[in-house]
């Protein structure tokens, strides 16, 4: 499956609309910062790129799909940015435009620096040829932008930046070195320079701008750009504004002939509207601390300089972005000249919410999914009315992925034309296909007569699977998968499984998350209770069928935290090697000989039971990880509770209670690629059976899951039963290796199961164990001393302990 | 059954003193209306419980394996003498390879249904020196199959009685000390009482055939006195001594049902735990989600 996510390009083209409206003769200029939108929509792209190949890793994509844009004319310049303010790119660059290649149809490296000086790139498109004319002069004179001719393609040797304020030469480290679109060693012909310095001067960052050209020897020319800065009266206070979804105020335009008082008239008129705007305008997400740090820039800078503010324009949205608001601009700056510092920002309201369906070429369809299903996986943070954020967008798409109803998910921020800065949220999702099959067989060749493997000794097997997903477009599924080694003679070992999932039972708009589910089951065990104790030969295995019908609801509190309770009615046969049912376990006498009059398997006595019991099984699981070492609580209670119905009228209450604690002992910092804290995990176990208890409902003792060092039930089967656990786990190159103590113990309780297989079978009753692990991946080398024996031997085990 | 009792021959090998010494006993059983009396006779492996019971009957009625465990299969030997009968049960070794053979207790517990037991005869060796958890886990397996009360009925025989303690220590005074011994283990064994395990009586077999006779012909022990009745008196003593003697019945054999004990709790049980464990960890749960840390974008409210 391939998710996308793409972020702001092709919006970023309206969210840069408000041009700039430069007001050179006003008395409150304001400065339109035409953010080039694709430092930041780039930024974001490419951050979301990794956080979602990170956080997509599971789904089986092929390839992380991005449309990055919906105009391709313009993804096809490999730029992401309008004209604007003559598409200064303001933003400073130092995304890190590697890695990120092919992402905007260009190369990675093209790609980077035409989207710094995009509209440069824009122009060099129009004219690609890279023939240029010498520019016929004599050398080394310096040449007015007007004198050049405008027929020619001017080569550029080098752009020089001249602050006639400080009078020298900056270097292209200064902020203003950004807004150039011009590239050294690129062709323009004179048109194109005209046009930049137009730009440049309308932009409302100098007061001042000329370019002239030095000719060169070899027939380019050098270009200066010689500046002053704009400056304004000094202010010492700040005030951000959501200015999105206002209608932008159109100035009319000044008449060259009013009269003075007309043009204070004029000035008024203006300054009103803008305090209307103001005081319209709503409040700004961005927080006090960072309005205190801005006041601190303004007070500490005196005057109001276009540098300052290109520095606090980069503050606040560095907040916007650090805080995944991917579609926020800082659009204007007002009230120059007064006090105080007006920003403005279009934060990206959204506006609408469309959820569409689409078939496998793309086209918009009517889906069968009911979109209440969709609606109820997504933040309210995605709603109309808030403020668009990719955080938001991406919990949506995790959201919407785990329900496994779709192939491709994207959630695609759209601007809107019909409300200014407004922002559409688009979810587009491909429906996976609703019903599947699927066979896979495989033969196997058993030893015939003789050890030989003959023609009838060929055994086709295998699984039939299928799955019925979304009936009804409600997330309801019907899945089935029988499995057998011999389809000849499928009764031998036939796995079978049937499951019906109903979710969104109480409603699929009501808010609680009840799942119902039933199934029909059936597997075969090894059973550990009928396992030899430490020197005792082979104990004849003693197999467990189940089979039966499960019917339970699940009611989600958290992502990990449920509560399960239902009816389970089962048969259960237990079978001896050969297949045969035994009601009996079987021992092996001293003179060698087996008889078969063990501990009873059945309560029945037959070796078949049949039982119908309650199950309830809360589990609360608050457990995260901190640097990938998990951290937290986890308890699990579970009880079946048995209803006097079946084979001898069973009747108990089984129960069991798991309490561990992953305790972090070192507060770290959190963040990808730091370390992880050492954690102690401290657990216990403990379970319990009142009434009528089977030996294959016993609780064992020993094995990689009860007290590691000991094989499954080596140390007994019991009526109660007490685990206990520590473990310290020290984080170490990226894996961690740890230290265990375990203890496990029947209280006494041996007896008190039918036929007490733990004497019989003569084990311990109970146990302790001790030793030493290294994590590799998923599998755990563990060196475990065995308390009983004092004896250690090397483990490896698959999956966590705990 | 009683048919197939035969006439006790083997009380005419007996030297004539310790014949009327029995048969006075036996008119002493009849006096208080005993007309049977069945003795079990359990202990380890190779301490000489057939051999005890070859010696009490005068016959050779169980085959000794000296070298290898008794066959598993307990043996009744019944005898009658004028209208009493006497029953002598040999059971098999109870330990195997340093465990109890649970095997074997089965076969004896089957073998003992429906049977009345009226003495035990619990033998063990008295030239043994020290007492291990062997016979704790005899005495306690013996308890776990009969119950606690068996033990008011237990004789304690202590076989290979002519033997010389070691480094000079007087007779008496070895007896007294290993006999205690062997009370204490299996006191604890048995979770018995101080005064319930000291009330066991300890008397001295001596089986061998080299056994030193005196001068009525009687087996005597190294003291003088003639085990066989001394043995018989105690059984007698102990079979009157106002104890009921236990009878196996099925439900004796299985043990208390496990599997009954506590049932009519169960609806409490399953009423507590969901108010005391299911209701509470829905409230951690609750606690957790309000107390769950948020992303700061879920936090801050829009206008």
Redesign the interface.
């Known amino acids: 499956m391939s998710s996308s996510f793409p972020a702001s390009q092709h919006w970023s083209a309206t969210l840069s609309a408000p041009r700039p409206r430069p007001r050179p003769n006003s008395p409150r200029p304001s400065l339109k910062c035409h953010i080039s939108a694709s430092r930041d929509s780039d930024s974001s792209n490419h951050a979301l790129f990794k956080t979602l190949s990170k956080t997509l890793a599971f789904s089986s994509a092929a390839a992380l799909l991005l449309n990055s844009s919906p105009f391709p004319l313009l993804l096809s310049n490999g730029s992401g940015n309008f004209g604007g303010c003559s598409g200064n790119g303001l933003g400073g660059g130092g995304s890190g435009g590697g890695g990120g290649g092919g992402w905007f149809g260009g190369d990675g490296n093209g790609g980077f620096f035409s989207r710094l000086f995009s509209p440069a790139d824009a122009i060099a498109d129009e004219s690609p040829s890279q023939e240029w004319d010498s520019h016929g002069l004599p050398a080394n004179i310096v040449v007015q932008l007007n004198k050049l001719s405008g027929f020619k393609k001017y080569k550029i040797s080098e752009i020089l930046f001249f602050d006639r304020r400080k009078w020298k030469t900056v270097g292209t480290e200064d902020s203003f070195f950004e807004m150039v679109s011009l590239r050294p060693g690129a062709t323009y012909t004179k048109a194109q320079l005209q046009k930049e310095l137009e730009t440049l001067a309308t932009c409302g960052m100098f007061e001042k701008v000329d370019m002239e050209g030095k000719t060169n020897p070899d027939g380019t020319i050098g270009v200066t750009i010689s500046f002053t800065e704009s400056t304004w009266q000094s202010a010492d206070r700040f005030r951000c504004i959501n200015v999105g979804l206002m209608q932008q105020s159109k100035p009319i335009e000044m008449d060259a002939d009013m009269t003075d008082k007309e043009k204070l008239e004029y000035f008024r008129s203006q300054e009103e509207d803008y305090m209307r705007r103001i005081q319209r305008a709503r409040v700004c997400l961005l927080p006090m601390p960072v309005h205190m740090e801005i006041m601190q820039m303004l007070k500490e800078q005196g005057k109001v300089s276009a540098r300052l503010l290109q520095k606090i324009r980069d503050r606040v949205q560095k907040w916007y972005q650090d805080e995944g608001y991917a579609c926020a601009q800082v659009v204007n700056f007002g009230n120059l000249n007064t006090k105080e510092v007006v920003c403005e920002v279009v934060e990206g309201d959204i506006t609408q919410l469309v959820i569409q369906f689409q078939d496998k070429l793309g086209h918009v369809v009517e889906g069968n999914t009911d979109v209440a299903v969709v609606e109820r996986e997504l933040p309210k943070q995605l709603r109309p009315g808030y403020i668009f954020n990719i955080e938001a967008g991406k919990q949506a798409l995790r959201n919407i992925n785990s329900l496994a109803l779709f192939s491709n998910i994207e959630v695609n921020p759209r601007p809107d034309e019909k409300n200014e800065g407004g922002i559409i949220v688009e979810i587009k999702l491909k429906e996976l296909e609703q019903k599947t099959a699927e066979v896979s067989t495989e033969w196997s060749i058993v030893p015939g007569r003789g050890g030989r493997p003959t023609l009838a000794s060929l055994q086709p097997g295998g699984t039939v699977t299928f799955e019925h997903r979304n009936l009804q477009g409600l997330n309801r599924s019907l899945i089935g998968s029988v499995t057998t080694s011999n389809f000849f003679n499928p009764q031998d070992d036939l796995a079978f499984k049937l499951e019906y999932v109903h979710p969104y039972l109480d409603g699929v708009y009501n808010p609680s998350n009840r799942t119902l589910r039933v199934s029909c089951f059936n597997s075969r065990k090894l059973s550990p209770v009928f396992t030899g104790g430490p020197g005792v030969d082979e104990v004849p295995p003693i197999w467990v069928d189940r089979a039966g019908v499960k019917a339970n609801i699940t009611e989600n509190f958290t992502r990990q935290s449920k509560f399960t309770y239902g009816l389970v009615m089962e048969e259960i046969t237990t079978r001896d090697e050969s297949s045969h049912i035994c009601a009996n376990g079987q021992r092996v006498l001293p003179s060698g000989g087996i008889s078969s009059d063990g501990p009873p398997t059945t309560l029945s006595g037959t070796g078949i039971d049949r039982m119908a019991f309650l199950q309830a099984n809360i589990t609360r699981d608050n457990t995260k990880f901190v640097n990938g070492a998990i951290v937290g609580d986890r308890n699990v209670f579970q009880v079946d509770q048995g209803l006097g119905i079946g084979s001898n009228f069973p009747f108990f209450n089984r129960h069991q209670l798991t309490v561990t604690r992953f305790i972090q002992l070192m507060s770290v910092e959190e963040g990808a690629g730091k370390a992880p804290p050492p954690v102690l995990v401290l657990h216990s176990h403990y379970g319990g059976c009142v009434g009528d208890l089977p030996s294959y409902d016993a609780f064992t003792l020993g094995g990689p899951y009860s007290v590691r060092g000991y094989n499954m039930g080596e140390l007994g089967a019991a009526r109660n039963i007490l685990e206990l656990a520590a473990e310290l786990r020290i984080p170490i190159k990226g894996t961690h290796v740890y230290a265990f103590a375990e203890h496990g113990n029947d209280l006494g309780s041996s007896k008190n199961v039918k036929g007490n297989p733990t004497e019989v079978y003569r084990r311990m009753g109970h146990g302790s164990s001790y030793g030493v692990g290294l994590k590799l991946g998923l599998v755990r080398a563990e060196y475990a001393v065995d308390h009983n024996s004092g004896t250690g031997a090397l483990f490896f085990r698959f999956g966590e302990r705990f | 059954m009683a048919s197939q009792v035969r006439e006790w021959a083997g009380i005419n090998t007996f030297a004539p003193a310790t014949q009327t010494k029995l048969l006075e006993l036996l008119g002493k059983l009849k006096q208080e209306n005993v007309n049977t009396l069945t003795i079990l006779v359990m202990g380890k492996g190779g301490v000489g419980k057939s051999s005890t019971v070859n010696s009490i009957t005068g016959e050779r009625v169980v085959t000794i394996s000296p070298f290898q465990?008794e066959g598993p299969r307990p043996v009744m030997v019944s005898r009658s003498r004028a209208g009493f009968t006497l029953n002598i049960i040999d059971t098999p070794g109870l330990i195997?390879?340093g465990?109890?053979?649970?095997?074997a207790l089965?076969i004896i517990k089957r073998f003992l249904l429906n049977k009345t037991i009226d003495v035990l005869l619990y033998v063990d060796r008295l030239d043994a020196y020290r007492v291990d958890n062997l016979d704790k886990l005899v005495a306690k397996a013996i308890t776990?199959t009969f119950g606690k009360r068996i033990w008011d009925k237990a004789v304690i025989a202590l076989s290979h009685a002519q033997f010389s303690p070691p480094d000079g220590l007087p007779y008496d005074e070895f007896f007294s000390k290993r006999s205690e011994a062997l009370l204490k283990v299996i006191r604890s064994g048995a979770r018995l009482k101080k005064d319930e395990a000291s009330a066991i009586p300890v008397v001295l077999v001596e089986n061998s055939g080299r056994c030193n006779k005196n001068e009525n012909d009687e087996k005597v022990l190294p003291d003088g006195t003639a085990w066989i009745p001394k043995l018989v008196g105690t059984i007698t003593q102990v079979t009157l001594n106002g104890s009921e003697s236990i009878h196996v019945d099925q439900k004796l054999i299985e043990g208390p049902?496990?599997?009954q004990?506590?049932?009519l709790?169960?609806p409490l049980?399953?009423a507590l735990?969901y108010l005391l464990?299911?209701k509470p960890?829905?409230g951690?749960?609750?606690k957790?989600?309000a107390n769950?840390s948020r992303?700061?974008?879920?936090t801050?409210e829009?206008?």
Do not use: A, C, M
């Open positions: 465990s195997e390879g465990y109890i053979n649970d095997l089965d776990d049902n496990p599997n004990t506590g049932k709790w169960i049980i399953f735990q464990v299911i960890i829905r951690f749960i609750k957790d989600v769950e992303p700061s974008w879920e801050h829009s206008d």
